[in-house]
């Protein structure tokens, strides 16, 4: 089964908040949330609800360096975990770098955060010089010059702040129940009205297709009615090709459809 795989370093404002952090992931990991709440506690109340997910499997926890090495996989829908880091920072973290092994599309996304921020890879190196060997990965010192496209490093044209990230993800995630909602509710209209599913979404794209072709016809009305001379000329051809473009249209997408 194809699985989303996450690799996630976690680097602190001091030692200690470290440690708690470490300590609340082992227990949750352990399945012990009456620990892992205890020390979320001392790391400044940090919600378990926003840190972990109970789907997540394979979990791994680890000191590496000066900072943690926190691993795990999930489903494949799960990309970044963005509520997770907007909650850390909110309670120690100072800089972390995210990734994720879409198995599904062997595809690897990677993302570096400082202070809250996504910015680019070589912002957060220059900030923190001394992390590259710790969180570089071997193979991408193979070659001079390999690195953010080799890993799958997304840049920022400018930094942004994690919690525009989170809203824009939930946007997203809304959005996309709004259209199974649709998308179900649409087939449950179709099937009490006795239509076939098949039928009702080819006459879907065919309404569209037609009125691509009114669009077109009306702007090309439009257009040569206020450039060129001969109002009528021009109104009557509008209206041969209000009828022969949203065909036209029409016949090509049903060609497109069944070919």
């Known amino acids: 089964m194809s699985q989303n795989v996450h690799t996630l370093h976690l680097f602190f404002e001091d030692p200690i908040r470290l440690k ?17 709440e205890r020390w979320a506690e001392k790391l400044g109340g940090a919600d378990l609800g926003k840190l972990w997910d109970s789907d997540w499997f394979n979990h791994g926890v680890r000191a590496q360096g000066p900072g943690l090495v926190l691993s795990f996989d999930s489903s494949t829908h799960d990309g970044i975990p963005l509520q997770m880091l907007e909650e850390l920072f909110a309670h120690g973290l100072r800089s972390a770098v995210a990734e994720v092994f879409y198995d599904q599309v062997g595809e690897t996304e990677r993302m570096f955060f400082e202070q809250g921020m996504w910015v680019t890879r070589d912002a957060f190196y220059g900030s923190n010089p001394t992390l590259k060997a710790v969180v570089e990965r071997a193979e991408d010192d193979t070659e001079e010059g390999e690195g953010e496209e080799g890993d799958g490093t ?38 009490e009205s006795g239509v076939n599913p098949v039928d009702g979404i080819m006459g879907i794209f065919m309404l569209k297709a037609g009125f691509k072709g009114l669009v077109h016809a009306a702007l090309f009305t439009l257009v040569t009615v206020l450039l060129f001379k001969g109002f009528w000329l021009w109104m009557g051809l509008g209206l041969l090709l209000a009828v022969a473009l949203p065909l036209y249209y029409m016949s090509t997408e049903r060609k497109s459809l069944f070919s």
């Not at 997304?154 to 959005?175: A, C, F, G, H, Y």
Request: hydrophobic fraction near 30%; aromatic fraction near 8%.
């Open 20 to 36: 708690y952090c470490q300590l609340v992931f082992q227990y949750l990991q352990s399945d012990n949330p009456e620990q892992a």
């Open 154 to 191: 997304k840049n920022p044209s400018k930094p942004v702040p994690i919690s525009t990230l989170r809203t824009q993800q939930d946007e997203r995630e809304r959005e996309g129940r709004e259209a199974v909602e649709a998308m179900v509710g649409m087939f449950k209209d179709m099937r």
